[in-house]
């Protein structure tokens, strides 16, 4: 979406639809990324027990993989920015292939929070990669619902690693869960090396897709040092609403099948439905939030309000989950947490196309890297907290508290830093608004 409260004609059927190819490679690399990351927090339960961690030492666990993941994202951007989507993001998958095959081969806690740091570097990639493609492939007015597509794969991934991962460990062992996501992973970067090229390098795109793709108005060809983003309230919204929000994502990640399997008793076996169920809610929620912000404007909102009407409405689905602990009834917790998980994916969905809103697609994946950092470094936060609370308390009631209030503060942030979401006129930082 850009600026403009005008949206151009629906697309010719004669168009072209090469751009949605793309997209669905985004699509996969997205829920592959999932499944090697979720593989963990489906056998979590049942590998304390055989291993002997403790919640202390599984925080730990948690938080090596988050660290990594921060420090990539931090660097993951401009690299990606410098080599490019096909060269970057090869790079990034490789290394998370090889790390999520090599939780194979550990047999302690801290054979464990190494193979997460690995993976937390090589995942990193992904999300700056990803938004920077849809940014190069999709004019503005289609890029929130192409991001609301790709990341619906984060739903599609948690959907599918308790329906495999389970069979899998009770057939053959936990090793071989952790050596098939790997092997997933190395087979789609086979394919993208194959397929993918940018848009003008692509001969399978026809001329007036390409049209299509670069109807937005031109951008400057500039080239902007990585600190100098930090000078713009655009990127500090941004970063903001990362730092707040993202925390709450990483709780569902990584503790929710040991909520459910503490709360309501369930096996191995029991855990898998509950949470098909709420990852496909939030998979509604990643495409329907992507969606809304699109509808509003064809309303006649001007993109300000849709965006944040979106998130709004979003942030307020999440609310609920603050009775989650309260409710004795299974389902009821299964849909509060499904309900809550689809406003996240909503959410996200708008978020990440701020960057491509506000600054030139050149700097976006820099832009995503910054404040993914910051919403990685809110889940480290986030990990040691609901560890700590675990293990004195027992109960994750004040853990939801907050998850149900931040994403009502994190939009009233946003809105604070960027009032009308202007594109940061970089280069000129002295003409836009002071920070302090």
């Avoid at 609403?241 to 929710?256: C, G, H, Q, R, S």
């Avoid at 009502?408 to 604070?416: C, K, P, Q, T, Y």
Wanted: charged share 10%.
């Amino acid at each position: 979406m850009s600026a403009s409260p005008t949206v151009a004609a629906p697309a010719s059927p004669r168009l072209g639809r090469y751009r949605w190819r793309v997209c669905a490679m985004l699509l996969f690399a997205t829920t592959i990324n999932y499944v090697d990351r979720q593989v963990l927090g489906v056998l979590a339960p049942f590998l304390q027990q055989d291993i002997g961690w403790n919640e202390i030492e599984y925080g730990y666990i948690v938080t090596s993989f988050q660290a990594a993941y921060a420090i990539g994202l931090l660097c993951a951007g401009a690299i990606i920015d410098r080599l490019g989507t096909r060269i970057g993001y090869a790079i990034a998958i490789g290394v998370w292939s090889l790390a999520a095959m090599a939780h194979s081969l550990a047999g302690s806690a801290v054979g464990f929070a190494a193979a997460r740091f690995a993976l937390g570097l090589g995942e990193a990639g992904n999300f700056p990669a990803a938004v920077k493609t849809v940014a190069e492939w999709f004019p503005r007015r289609e890029r929130s619902l192409a991001v609301g597509i790709f990341n619906a794969g984060s739903n599609i991934g948690a959907v599918l690693a308790p329906l495999i991962v389970p069979l899998i460990a009770a057939r053959w062992g936990w090793q071989p869960a952790f050596l098939f996501t790997g092997v997933l992973s190395a087979t789609w970067l086979v394919v993208w090396l194959l397929t993918y090229r940018t848009p003008d390098q692509q001969p399978k795109l026809s001329a007036a897709e390409l049209a299509h793709i670069r109807s937005d108005p031109p951008e400057p060809a500039i080239k902007v040092r990585w600190l100098q983003l930090l000078r713009h309230r655009q990127t500090w919204s941004f970063v903001a609403a990362k730092f707040i929000t993202d925390p709450v994502w990483f709780l569902f990640l990584f503790w929710l099948g040991k909520f459910l399997a503490a709360k309501f008793h369930l096996s191995l076996s029991q855990v898998g439905l509950p949470m098909i169920t709420v990852y496909v809610m939030a998979d509604v929620g990643s495409i329907g939030g992507g969606w809304l912000a699109g509808r509003l404007v064809r309303m006649g909102w001007d993109a300000n309000r849709a965006r944040k009407g979106a998130m709004l409405a979003c942030g307020l689905c999440v609310a609920p989950m603050v009775f989650v602990t309260q409710v004795e009834s299974l389902w009821l917790a299964v849909f509060l947490i499904g309900l809550a998980m689809a406003g996240h994916q909503g959410w996200s969905a708008n978020v990440l196309t701020l960057p491509s809103d506000m600054f030139p697609r050149q700097t976006v994946a820099s832009v995503v890297g910054i404040g993914s950092f910051a919403g990685t470094f809110g889940g480290i936060l986030m990990s040691l907290f609901t560890g700590a609370q675990l293990q004195a308390t027992g109960s994750y009631a004040r853990v939801f508290l907050f998850a149900g209030c931040a994403y009502l503060i994190a939009l009233l942030v946003v809105h604070l830093l960027a009032p009308k979401l202007e594109p940061a006129k970089l280069g000129t930082a002295a003409q836009e608004p002071p920070l302090a």
